[in-house]
């Protein structure tokens, strides 16, 4: 891990003059040189539209964009690479669940699981569906450790919920949630499971043939590719029998006047000219991502969160939010400064170059239920250092020094 | 960059003017940044179609802070409803004397917001 850095070109800007120490990667990564080049090369040398083209560059481009799916596929744990629908971002996936999925299996009365901690995008889709078919939302509690209640949980399974919609590790609190033992409790009354993988993928392995889910979306540029392209996954008997959620290109096999007879998988979902180069550029962080080694990027988020986590803890004016148990956590701290806006620690560490996100982070009920308004966000990628979570630490004693004199 | 944490701007941060209720009010709004989890709440009273006094409450950045306590200053020293309805962002960023960023002007606008809504009730 020691000589990644140097991949990612961004990583050498000065900011406000002192060097950049990105901390916000799970906002968004930055992304190696591998990938940016990848992309390059795709416009330079093979642009063109894919299927039905007969000429040389809608043939290499095809190619292109199937082994893109075949490597992300694979990546994953997909057992056939047609049960990966490319979308353009985690919330994309979730909606075309939502709509393609939702629409035709959730109806008046039944209940939608979800939990406290999610990310709005995997909350309200849910609520829309809802309100949209008649149906209710019910929302298993997460404990004082950050960690999901699972009395709670069982309590609401035994709702025969006909969809659980969860997060596989919170954006806020760094909970690493027992996806696969609760897919199996869910399993028990037919409830069809949906994760929310946006933070996981590009942090630890992930095989989703074996969690036992039946959606699971996730987001490319979080994983060191590019915005605008991410995958779902889902299982192949679910997938036959969904409808599309877009139309038109693409997505047929037969147009008439008097109707249409849709194309198989995953053909039916692309509709439009795809994101081809997303596709490609995903693949090569997935590539990438391959050679380092998935065990050893989770190996070395951990023993830098621990680090921060010691570090933050000694300084008394700082709370920390999310499990104490480090293997429940993945590579992220949220904490708050007393007595100084998350915005204003924000602000005074990027007068040091230093990157942090500070808000709610999309988790607005989370945050009210611990009855915060904002706090502040470190989440680290396979570049950062120990160094540069010292300079964290000495960025915070500005931030003391600003406010408190 | 020079830091935006002046010290005027830590001054009304920490010793906000005009901050707290606004017993017999004429109105009363709240206004906030969703995304930033900063809520103000911003009083009115009025005396003889003019403004009589103002005061604000907020949970917020050091920013929206000042914003309030320099924006609540300068309305008491017009007084005159007319002459305060043109109080722009520009305004805003003016009294803050200091370069506000695109991510941070939400919180230096969020008083002058929950102003022009209060007026707005009134002419309503």
């Not at chain 1, 709509?99 to 979800?114: F, L």
Request: aromatic fraction near 6%.
């Amino acid at each position: 891990m020691n000589n990644v850095k140097s991949d990612f070109p961004i990583l050498s800007r000065k900011i406000n003059g002192q060097p950049l120490v990105y901390l916000d990667n799970a906002a968004t990564t930055q992304k190696p040189r591998q990938v940016i080049e990848v992309i390059r090369d795709y416009y330079e040398n093979h642009n063109a539209n894919v299927h039905r083209g007969i000429h040389t560059l809608g043939d290499e481009s095809t190619r292109m964009y199937q082994r893109a799916r075949e490597k992300v596929a694979d990546f994953v744990g997909a057992s056939d690479p047609n049960e990966l629908v490319f979308v353009r971002n985690t919330t994309e996936g979730i909606n075309l669940v939502a709509y393609a999925w939702g629409m035709a299996n959730v109806g008046k009365g039944d209940v939608i699981v979800t939990t406290e901690m999610e990310h709005h995008s995997n909350l309200v889709p849910w609520q829309e569906l809802a309100k949209r078919v008649g149906a209710r939302v019910e929302y298993v509690a997460v404990n004082q450790e950050g960690e999901l209640d699972l009395d709670s949980l069982e309590k609401k399974l035994e709702l025969k919920p006909k969809l659980l919609a969860l997060v596989h590790v919170s954006n806020f609190l760094g909970t690493i949630n027992p996806v696969k033992k609760i897919a199996t409790l869910a399993k028990k009354n037919g409830t069809k499971v949906l994760i929310d993988g946006a933070q996981a993928v590009p942090q630890m392995p992930v095989n989703v043939s074996e969690l036992g889910c039946d959606f699971y979306a996730f987001s490319g540029h979080k994983m060191y590719g590019p915005m605008g392209i991410g995958g779902l996954w889902v299982k192949r008997e679910v997938l036959e029998e969904m409808q599309p959620f877009m139309t038109g290109g693409g997505t047929i096999s037969e147009v008439h006047t008097v109707g249409t007879v849709f194309a198989g998988l995953p053909d039916r979902f692309d509709a439009g000219t795809p994101n081809v180069a997303g596709a490609v550029g995903l693949a090569a962080a997935v590539e990438y991502l391959e050679k380092i080694g998935m065990q050893n990027v989770r190996a070395h988020e951990k023993e830098l969160t621990a680090y921060a986590v010691k570090k933050l803890k000694s300084i008394k004016s700082i709370r920390i939010y999310g499990p104490r148990n480090l293997e429940e956590r993945g590579g992220l701290v949220a904490f708050s400064v007393e007595g100084i806006h998350a915005h204003d620690v924000a602000q005074v560490l990027d007068d040091e170059g230093i990157a942090v996100r500070s808000g709610h982070h999309c988790t607005m009920p989370m945050h009210e239920k611990l009855g915060l308004a904002a706090t502040v966000r470190a989440s680290f990628g396979i570049y950062n250092t120990k160094e540069e979570v010292d300079k964290l630490i000495e960025g915070l004693g500005k931030v003391k020094k600003v406010f408190h004199g | 960059m020079d830091s935006i944490y002046k010290e005027n701007i830590i001054d009304h941060y920490k010793n906000p003017r005009n901050f707290g209720d606004l017993p017999g009010a004429d109105v009363i709004v709240k206004e906030a940044n969703a995304s930033c989890g900063d809520m103000l709440q911003l009083a009115i009273k009025f005396n003889r179609g003019q403004i009589g006094d103002i005061k604000f409450k907020s949970v917020g950045c050091a920013i929206s802070t000042a914003a309030g306590s320099l924006l609540t200053e300068k309305v008491k020293k017009i007084k005159v409803i007319e002459v305060i309805r043109g109080i722009k962002d520009e305004d805003m960023i003016e009294m803050l004397g200091i370069e506000v960023s695109p991510t941070r002007m939400k919180c230096a606008t969020l008083p002058l917001r929950a102003l022009q809504k209060a007026l707005r009730l009134r002419s309503g």
